[in-house]
């Protein structure tokens, strides 16, 4: 009989095998500065609510499977225009997978830019599907010129650009992103999952172009533990990918507490200013000591030499931040930190400044 090893290396397909799994680092007993959230609770009034209505929900029901109020509210706080809908997913993850698995016939391309959101090449991975990245310019910006030419070769089903960027956080050019829409055979799907902390939106332009699609995640926002994302665009795309989104993808607490938060979704949105306010801080403070790059999320990336060990010193401090060094070669010697409180800011300021020393 064979062993467990040889069963798995016989049927598990060989570019899974080959793949590392997303690494969440342990963050126990550390400041948390690595994964983009909110460092921020919502104020007592609102947990006190929170609490209420999730004592009474019916946790023993399966969770509405299309919880039209909920939609409704993002429809509202969108300002949709007539025509378009919202698809709930859990997490952007889930609805990056289900637009490929939409649009994966024999042959079809998923393509984005590169250093970009390393899901988009992962779950082209995990179903099957040619994936190509094209680098960005050195300055990270869009090399327009180099995507429209792979757009006229590859004749993409499926493109994915992240608006702002992660993990570079840079907001590309309108103009640019407009031409690779206008350009592009297949679905372009523009991923706003750091709009809160942007100054654009590509959601006014949903009824510009039929092959556009925006996809939001409110994890950013301070709703993380949730995992509720979704899409915005036209009905007619939309009910061919509820097709493929799995029953009761959303449970009971996430639509209830996400329901209530978006009543209070200005008091996040303070939040969100607070944060604006703590990056351009902290983008000054960085500047005195690293290369930083600009941002319009909630995280900077920045440069410095040694990075990996600049990394494991910080960590040995209890400064968990991202550690970028390694994984493209344009990040080389890149780690890239969330913007925390104020306090947190400083401390890992303080903390930087003596692994450098």
């Keep these: 009989m064979s062993s467990a090893s040889q069963l798995v290396n016989n049927l598990i397909r060989p570019e899974i095998l080959a793949l590392n799994a997303y690494h969440v680092s342990d963050s126990a007993g550390m400041i948390k500065l690595d994964a983009m959230e909110n460092p921020y609770h919502v104020p007592q009034f609102l947990r006190d609510e929170i609490a209420s209505t999730v004592a009474h929900a019916e946790i023993n029901r399966y969770p509405d499977p299309d919880p039209y109020a909920l939609k409704e509210k993002i429809r509202q706080l969108l300002a949709l225009p007539d025509g378009m809908e919202v698809l709930l997913g ?14 994966n016939k024999p042959g079809a391309v998923l393509l984005s830019v590169e250093p970009s959101f390393v899901m988009f090449r992962m779950i082209a991975t995990f179903i099957g599907m040619r994936y190509v990245g094209v680098p960005l310019s050195a300055d990270f910006s869009l090399d327009l010129a180099a995507t429209l030419d792979a757009i006229r070769r590859e004749r993409p089903a499926l493109v994915f650009l992240a608006y702002p960027n992660n993990p570079t956080g840079n907001l590309f050019s309108a103009d640019d992103v407009k031409q690779i829409i206008a350009a592009s055979p297949g679905l372009v799907v523009i991923d706003e999952a750091y709009y809160a902390f942007a100054s654009d939106s590509f959601i006014p332009h949903l009824t510009d172009y039929p092959n556009l699609l925006v996809m939001r995640t409110f994890s950013k926002l301070g709703m993380a533990g949730l995992r509720l994302g979704f899409l915005a665009g036209s009905a007619y795309w939309l009910e061919q990918l509820e097709k493929l989104r799995l029953p009761y993808n959303v449970g009971v607490l ?104």
């Design 90 to 103: 859990n997490g952007s993850d889930e609805l990056i997978q289900l637009l490929a698995l939409a649009v």
């Design 254 to 357: 996430p639509q209830l507490v996400a329901g209530k938060l978006l009543e209070n979704h200005a008091v996040l949105l303070q939040q969100a200013e607070q944060i604006k306010a703590d990056r351009a801080t902290l983008y000054r403070q960085l500047g005195k000591m690293v290369q930083v790059y600009p941002s319009e999320a909630n995280f900077l990336l920045f440069r410095v030499r040694n990075a990996t060990s600049i990394f494991n010193e910080l960590k040995r401090r209890g400064m968990l931040i991202k550690n970028l060094d390694g994984g493209h070669p344009m990040l080389t010697d890149c780690l890239r930190v969330t913007v925390g409180t104020p306090l947190e800011c400083q401390k890992f300021i303080e903390a930087l400044q003596e692994s450098m020393a």
